[in-house]
Structures are given as structure tokens and as C-alpha cells.
């Protein structure tokens, strides 16, 4: 088990990763709070319930249940959610326990940064994506309309815990999807999280937690690192948006049915890739080990249908910036990576066309 340290301008908290994470709740709850209250899914607490109360030492915790899918980032659901803990007698003593992926963690951040002005939440997380991303940092937010996290707050957890045993009932799918983003981090930290997840990644899979357990436990470090310095996304943290920044237009292009987020991310992570080296910011050895591990992680499903103009159009510009400029994070070797505002049209479509034409053996 790892324990690591967040630093936050509200206050510090850990983030626990590894087996027998969730048993770190008793401790810290036991006198604090008057009542706790679990958000969470049906068909997840049916399956973690149990354990994850023997574990914590959770009794008669209230539950209060959101149905599954990204549609539950919603306002509506907030306005359910608050009146669900009004009505369970919840107050400004109340711990809520946000026991989900990110959809459960987003929204019940952003529940617990406005019930009642703000009660303190924990984040358990129990997708690859919120282990390693979503339930560390403290952003937390809803959608409105097609706008993704439009409402939302900077609302650090008080405690982050991670057991990889949960990920055993994880689709392939979804677990994969997942390995897109640890990928994101290997590229980010540099050579002994690279290495390690190049030399690894054959034996990640949902019930190897014994395996899972440590790169996970380095991939949430990345992110703890980067939020420890920049909780506010002044700088530093933009550099979690590698592959983002296509990732989201082909989200987009492909209304949100084609592909899961982190998919999207490995598809926008090729292209970033390749726009570097056509920049000349990538050497040609190190963008190939970047390429070969995202490919990898396992194949996608392809955008070769997709009109370039059209995906072009939908890549997302920074709204406080006059002109709404464009800021690729591009990779310059592994471990480093560049941001750049200005890219030429011309060298973006170019690389978007180039990985439309990647092709995938299984
Ligand atoms: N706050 C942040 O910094 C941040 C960062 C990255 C992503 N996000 C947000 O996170 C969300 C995506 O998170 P996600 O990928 O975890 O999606 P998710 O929460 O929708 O979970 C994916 C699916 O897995 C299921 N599931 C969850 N845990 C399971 C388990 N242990 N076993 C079996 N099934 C399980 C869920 O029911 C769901 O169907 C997006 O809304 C995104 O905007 C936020
Ligand atoms: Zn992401």
C-alpha cells in the first residue's frame, strides 16, 4: 500500500493506492463525522458493497443511488442527490463517500462543495480512469446541454482511497480504455513509469491486481505531482491534456458513441505524437516507442470515415485566451512534453490524416 501526499491551497489529504486501501476509512472517520452518506451505482454497490463496508468499518451509511452513464452529471441529478440528503437528515457533519469512476466522483464532488456550502467527500474510486485521474485534484463538475464540466468547482477530497481489487469487475473494454490514460502518465513521467508499463502492460488485466496494484500506484503519483504544483490549472496542469485535445473533437465528431473517453485520448495521443515530429520537436526512435506503446494497449476502433475538416473544426480553443488559441501538448522525448499555441493548419490536418491511416493488428 502507498500512501501519497497532496498539497492543496484548502488543505493537504493522501491519496491511498493498493490492497486493503479502503480499511484506511475507519480511522479517519471514526470520530469525526455524525453520519456518512454513500453515492454511488446499483449495480456497483450490489457487487462492492459489502466488502467495501467490512473493509472501511462503514455502518449504517445511507446510500443514495445514481444511475450509470455519463448522462448523471447533470443538474438535475445534483438538485436529487441534495434533496436525497436533506431528506436522510445529512448536515454540515456529514461525510459524503463518493464510491464510483468519475461520474460518481465528479458529481459527488460537486454535490459536497455546495450541499449545505460544503461538506467534506471521499473519493473511492473504482475505474482505472478515476484511480488514476478523475478522483485526484479536486475538479469536480456536471455537464449542461452538450457542454462537458460547464458547472462545476475546484473541491479537493479529504482522502482519495484505491484498491485495484476493485477493477477485477471491469469490462475489457472499459479496463482498457483506462490504460490510455496510465499510458498518458507514462508518457508524462519519463523513463522508470515508461519502462515499467512497456514492460508490464502483457499482463494488465482486470483481476491482476497484484500486477496492477504499483503501476497504478505511479500513475496516480504523476497526477498527485502535477496538482500538488498547479491545483489550478495555471500551467503546469495543462500538460494532463495531452491527447486531449483531439481526443475531445473526436468525442465530439463521433457524438459520443464511438468511442469511450480514453480511447479518444489514444487516438488524439498517435496524432499529438506525430504533429511533434512533424514540427520537428519528436525524434523519430523515441516517437516510435511512444506509438508502438499506445498501440499496444490494444487497437481502436477507426476514424479513417471522419472528415478531417470537420474533426478540425471541433478541436478545442482556450476560452480565455482573445481568438480562442489552440494549445497541443506535444511530446519532445518521453518524460517531457511541450506546449504550443500557433501550430499551422496545415501540420495538424496533415497529422490527422497521417493516423487516420494507422492501422491495427490485433
Ligand atoms: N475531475 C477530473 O479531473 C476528471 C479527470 C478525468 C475524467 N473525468 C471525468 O470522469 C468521467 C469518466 O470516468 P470513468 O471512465 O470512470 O466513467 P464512469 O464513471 O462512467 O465509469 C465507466 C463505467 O464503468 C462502470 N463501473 C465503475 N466501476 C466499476 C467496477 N469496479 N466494476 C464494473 N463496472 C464499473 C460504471 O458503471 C460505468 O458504466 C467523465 O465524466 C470525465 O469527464 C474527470
Ligand atoms: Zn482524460
Redesign the pocket.
Known sequence: MQRLHVTSGSFPYDVIVGRDAWRALKKFAATRYRSTFVLT?R??WR??GKPFCAASGLKNARTVWVP???A??SLKMVERVAAALLEGGADRRTLLVAF???????LG?FVASTYMRGIDYVQV??????QV?????????V?VRAM??LV?TFYPPRLVLSDPA??????KR?FR??LY?VAKHAILAGPPLFNQFERRLDMLR?RNAPALGPLLAQAAKVKVNVVSRDEREAGLRRV?NLGHTFGHALEEATHYQRF???EAVGWGMLAATRLSKRLGLLASPEAERIEQLIRRVGPLLPICDLLPERVLSLLPRDKKAVGGRIHWVLPERIGKVRIVADVPRRAVAAAFREVQRVEWHE
Open positions: 451505482e449495480g456497483l457487487r462492492w450509470e452513464g455519463e448523471s452529471k464510483g469512476g468519475g461520474v460518481v466522483g465528479d464532488g474510486p473504482t475505474t482505472v480512469v478515476a485521474d478523475s478522483a485526484i485534484g479536486g475538479k469536480t463538475g455537464n462537458k464540466n462545476g476493485v477493477l477485477s469487475t471491469l469490462d472499459a480504455s483506462g490514460e482486470p494532463l469511450l473517453h480514453g
